[in-house]
Every structure is written in structure tokens, then in C-alpha cells.
């Protein structure tokens, strides 16, 4: 039997399992972000590497070699959850 087109264009990454208990695990252990790439942890866990694997964010094109940081911070009472990406060599 063929396989559905869709299914047949997924990559590997796609097919990673992420349940809520790992969600809440990774969101329980984001450190607060003050957008600085030299003071912001650029270490991941397993489980932040199989979110960014599942979501594609591991392999982005266009941005190869760039600084890549996550974590977290405060809004108007909120706590936003975020990425940040840094070219290797910024302009402007």
C-alpha cells in the first residue's frame, strides 16, 4: 500500500512524540531571557531538543551557524515563552 502523500513528506523530526508532561517540563526549566546571547543559556535539554527537533526549529534553512537561544520572559503580567536567533556575522 502507498503511502499518504503528507505522511511520505514528513521528516524525521516531524514524527517526534511530544506529550504534556514533557511540555510542562520544558516550560517549567525556560531561564529567564535578558536578550543577550553571551548571558543567555545556549545548553539544551533532552526534551528542548526533541520540541525544537518536532517543530523543525533545529535545522531552520537560511539561519546555519546562527546563535539560537530560548527561554522566557515577563509582559504585562504574562510569562511569554520565546526564541531568539542571531546571524553569525549581524548587520545594522
Known amino acids: 500500500m502507498a503511502c499518504h ?35 543567555d543559556r545556549g545548553e539544551r535539554s533532552d526534551e528542548e531538543r526533541d520540541y525544537l527537533a518536532h517543530y523543525g526549529l533545529d535545522s531552520l534553512p537560511g539561519i546555519h551557524g546562527a546563535i539560537h537561544r530560548m527561554g522566557c520572559f515577563r509582559s504585562h503580567g504574562f510569562q511569554v515563552a520565546c526564541h531568539y536567533w542571531l546571524p ?3 548587520r545594522g
Open 5 to 39: 502523500p503528507f505522511l511520505c513528506s514528513l521528516k524525521p523530526y516531524n514524527v517526534i512524540m511530544l506529550n504534556l508532561r514533557t511540555i510542562n517540563r520544558i516550560r517549567r526549566n525556560l531561564p529567564q531571557l535578558v536578550f543577550d546571547h553571551r548571558l
Open 88 to 90: 553569525v556575522e549581524p
